[in-house]
C-alpha cells in the first residue's frame, strides 16, 4: 500500500447510489484488508460482482511447496541454479516453490505463455521480482505496465492474470501469508514516505485503469481459479470480472523498479538491514544495487563472515560481479541458513580492501523461521557448493 488512488466513476460518498448515464445502478465491491480494520478499496462494477455457475475443485494450477527431506539434512549451504529451468507455460501454473516456512513460500517461474484464466491467490500477498522480460498485469484495478528489474506487488485475494509482451520472462515469487509491506519505519505519522526511506513515491508505478466503462464492460475469460490452504478451486462466473468501472483506496498492485532504490554507505560497512526494502511478518526483503563502497581508508568493503544465529538468508543473483561469492551467476539462488557461519568466498575478504564502488544487483530475504526445501527445487540444487568456501592450495 503506496498511497490513495482514485480513478474512474464512484458516488460522491461512500454507500450511495451510483447510476450510469443510462439510469443503471451500479454496484459497490468493498475489498478489505485486516477484517474492516486494515486498508481497503471500493471497487464499482456494472453488474452484481460475478456470480459463478459452476464451483469445483481443481487440479489446475501451480505446484505447492512439499517437504524435501534430504534437503534437510545435513545443515549447510546450499545453491539452486534456475538457469536449468527451461522458459514454459504460465505464471499462474508453471511457477516451482524452491523454500518456505509458516511465513513465506519462495517461487520461480520462466513463463513463455500469459494466462488463460484469472486467479486469485487466497493465501497471501504475491512480490514478484523480475529478473528478465516484460508483461502487462491485468487486474481489476486496471493494467499495470511490468519490465525487467521490477518488483511487482498484488494484493492477497485480487483477481488478475498475466500478459507477457516478450517471449519469455524470468522471475522470483515471494508468497507472504502475513502480507508484505512498506516498513513502518518508512513512514511518517501520517502514512507519507519520510524523506529518508531508500524510495519516493513517485518511484512506484501503478496501474492505470478502469479497464471498463458503463457503455462497454471489458471482455475476457469466465474462468477464475482460487487457491486457499494450498488448494486450488475453478469457478466458472457467468460474466468477465473486470467490469468494474471506478474504483477509490489503498490495496492496488503496483511496480517499483528495484534500480529506482536509494542505498546508503557509511565509514565502514554496514549490516544488510540497510538494504531493507519491504516487510512481511517473520521476513525482510533487501535490494543490493550499484552504489559506493565505505569510505573509511582502511575499510573491508566485502561483506564480513556471519553467524546470523536466528535468520536463514536468501539471496537471487541478479547481476555484476558478486565480490564476496565465486562461480555464481544471473539466477543462481543461494541459502545460507542459521547455524552455519557464512560470509565471502576466499580471497574476496581481502581482494575487496581499497574498491571504490559494487556493480552487484540481487534480491535477498531473510526469515526468522528456518526455510525448507522443497521435493521439486531438489534437481536445481547445486551439490558442490558448500564445500566451494574450501581453501585453494
Known amino acids: 500500500m503506496i498511497d490513495r488512488m482514485s480513478c474512474g466513476l464512484m458516488p460522491d460518498k461512500p454507500h450511495t447510489v451510483l447510476r450510469d448515464a ?50 534437510m539434512r545435513p545443515l549447510k549451504r546450499r545453491l539452486y541454479d534456475t538457469r536449468k529451468m527451461p522458459a514454459k507455460g504460465t505464471f499462474f501454473e508453471d511457477r516451482v516453490p524452491i523454500l518456505f516456512n509458516k511465513d513465506l513460500a519462495i517461487y520461480f517461474a520462466c513463463p513463455a505463455e500469459s494466462d488463460a484464466a484469472y486467479f486469485a491467490n487466497g493465501d497471501g500477498d504475491e512480490l514478484w521480482f523480475v529478473q528478465e522480460g516484460s508483461a502487462r498485469l491485468e487486474s481489476v484495478c486496471g493494467w499495470l505496465e511490468v519490465r525487467t528489474g521490477d518488483y511487482v506487488w498484488i494484493p492477497k485475494s485480487m483477481i488478475h492474470r498475466w500478459h507477457l509482451t516478450s517471449p519469455s520472462m524470468r522471475a522470483m515469487c515471494f508468497e507472504g501469508r ?40 471489458a471482455d475476457g475469460p469466465r474462468e477464475l481459479f482460487v487457491k486457499k490452504g494450498s488448494s486450488f478451486s475453478r469457478l466458472v462466473l457467468e460474466r468477465c470480472p473486470m467490469d468494474v468501472v471506478g474504483w477509490d483506496g489503498f490495496a492496488y498492485p503496483w511496480a517499483f523498479n528495484i534500480e529506482k532504490y536509494q542505498p546508503k554507505t557509511g565509514l565502514v560497512h554496514l549490516p544488510p538491514t540497510i538494504h531493507t526494502t519491504f516487510a512481511g ?9 550499484p552504489r559506493v563502497t565505505d569510505t573509511h581508508p582502511q575499510a573491508i568493503p566485502c561483506p564480513y563472515p556471519h553467524s ?20 555464481v551467476g544471473p539466477g543462481a539462488i543461494s541459502l545460507h541458513p542459521a547455524g552455519v557461519a557464512h560470509g565471502p568466498h576466499p580471497g574476496a575478504y581481502e581482494g575487496s580492501i581499497g574498491s571504490k564502488r ?14 525448507v526445501p522443497t521435493t521439486q527445487a531438489a534437481n536445481l540444487e547445486d551439490a558442490g557448493y558448500h564445500d566451494s568456501w574450501r581453501s585453494q592450495t
Open 281 to 289: 511478518p517473520g521476513f525482510l526483503v533487501c535490494s543490493f544495487v
Open 178 to 217: 502475513g502480507g508484505v509491506m512498506i516498513p513502518r519505519d518508512f513512514r511518517n505519522p501520517v502514512g507519507q514516505l519520510t524523506m529518508d526511506a531508500p524510495y519516493t513515491h513517485r518511484d512506484f508505478v501503478r496501474p492505470q485503469g478502469p479497464i471498463s466503462s458503463p457503455e462497454k464492460p
Open 308 to 327: 546470523s544465529v536466528d535468520c536463514d538468508e536468501v539471496i537471487l543473483y541478479v547481476r555484476g560481479n558478486f565480490t564476496s561469492r565465486r562461480g
Open 22 to 71: 443510462d439510469g443503471n445502478l451500479l454496484y459497490e465491491e468493498m475489498f478489505t484488508r485486516g477484517g474492516f480494520s486494515g486498508a481497503f478499496t471500493y471497487l464499482y462494477h456494472r453488474y452484481p460482482p460475478t456470480p459463478a455457475v459452476e464451483v469445483t475443485t481443481s487440479d489446475q494450477g501451480h505446484a505447492v511447496p512439499i517437504r524435501h527431506e534430504a534437503g
Open 358 to 371: 559494487t556493480d552487484e544487483l540481487a534480491v535477498m530475504v531473510d526469515t526468522h523461521e528456518p526455510l
